[in-house]
């Protein structure tokens, strides 16, 4: 039963991809259990968004103050979570290297490290002191810093949780490499394919979340709150927002099925 | 424990009111389990995205084309909900006059009557055959015809599921004194000034949900979609999303305080 494909095309420097990228983690076992894949697509959010003509919510100045709450919201479902908007989020967020070298490593990496260096970018983008990663030489200590076991758990929180003496995801050789990748034609066309590739299934902001069903059938999915659409569109079961009585709280029901996991 | 209030800002012309209204109607039993109290207020919803800069979705082509997916996909959480966009939604929604008639019947009738009233308009303009509300003939058609105990159930959609022999709300002097009031100074400042209220709140869109919690916290939501932030910040019990196992489901656990339910 089940099964599928959830393809996100997400740049690091959109706080709801990050918010989506936690979220699929969480699920991660839960999704492969039925049999659906998640695969995540860099791409160029500026791009897409001049792309489809459209505007940051934040130009309005009422949707400005609005999604401040939502952002607070929406980053208080991750506890733990320590998020700090780069001062000036518009210069920081060209960030056209890390985006390459994550189509780089994508392609001459297994899927676990890709995942490891894209959460840590994100992190490292997200939390104080927030790293600017417009500039290489800042990706490049990123990419040689970031700790092999890398998965933002609360401890990691803030820059003074990484531990400096851990195994390191990447050799000193893999990072020159890396850079170098970064400035080869085929990679500078792979980040600006993916973009039109999203900008072609609708995209006009991020994540912009492409599903495909068990059988075949395709739709779009924007932000990160749009889960309960992609769980029924996949068929899976899943409880959506319910109020509860006073006193009350929904568990988990012991069925055949459940105890496998 | 709990407590609070909801307002709601809506116009009978957004969709998304009209789903937040029936989300709200659905737990309304356990909102007053829960001492929260929810009042609808009639606003313009033109009004609110001139006066706050705002352009509807549509405006841009991608949007346009996403939001249909996601108003299906939130039809689609209210089983039995039949909705038929009107052809030509810009023209039909300058709806002042029955805006004004709401605000005069809830100064003037119970609020179990406004809330019927206010339900049916809302289902004239949605379902086929979509009738334009912006005639005053119509409009005093609809409030002439309202059954007295018109609840939107799956058997009155449509426009030959209202039996016409059916206690009405209003009697024929009932309706002639609201459509008189209709052109009263009082009632055309009142939602002057409630649709101004809303603007002060925030509001870009409808619905703009006010919520109070019981300590006399204000924040605003918006749309149909942010309960399980307007239950949280209420203090309230509540599911979120969640995937569950293969074979999996939730069920409410019988606590002492659910028993009273």
Not at 41 to 68: D, E, Q
Not at 130 to 135: G, K, P, R, S, Y
Not at 173 to 183: P, R
Request: hydrophobic fraction near 40%; aromatic fraction near 10%.
């Amino acid at each position: 039963m089940g099964g599928g494909r959830i393809d996100v095309y997400m740049d690091i420097v959109s706080l709801y991809s990050y918010l989506a990228f936690l979220d699929l983690q969480q699920n991660g076992e839960l999704l492969r259990a039925h049999n659906v894949e998640v695969e995540f697509h860099p791409v160029l959010l500026g791009a897409i968004v001049v792309g489809s003509g459209n505007k940051p919510p934040w130009t309005l100045p009422a949707k400005a103050v609005y999604f401040a709450h939502d952002v607070r919201r929406s980053i208080a479902r991750f506890p733990g979570l320590v998020i700090q908007t780069p001062k000036d989020l518009m210069a920081v967020s060209k960030n056209i290297i890390p985006n390459r070298a994550l189509h780089f490593i994508k392609s001459h990496h297994p899927p676990s490290t890709f995942l490891t260096i894209l959460h840590y970018f994100m992190y490292l983008f997200w939390s104080p002191p927030n790293l600017d990663l417009t500039l290489p030489e800042n990706v490049a200590k990123a990419l040689l810093e970031c700790p092999a076991d890398f998965d933002g758990s609360i401890a990691a929180q803030g820059s003074e949780g990484v531990d400096k003496k851990k195994k390191k995801l990447f050799t000193k050789e893999q990072v020159e490499e890396i850079m170098k990748g970064t400035e080869t034609p085929q990679i500078k066309e792979a980040l600006k394919n993916t973009t039109q590739e999203a900008l072609d299934k609708g995209a006009f902001g991020n994540p912009w979340i492409w599903v495909t069903d068990g059988k075949g059938r395709q739709e779009p999915f924007f932000g990160s709150d749009r889960f309960h659409f992609v769980y029924k569109f996949l068929g899976l079961p899943y409880q959506d927002v319910t109020l509860l009585p006073p006193g009350g709280r929904l568990v988990l029901s012991e069925g055949e099925d459940t105890a496998k996991l």
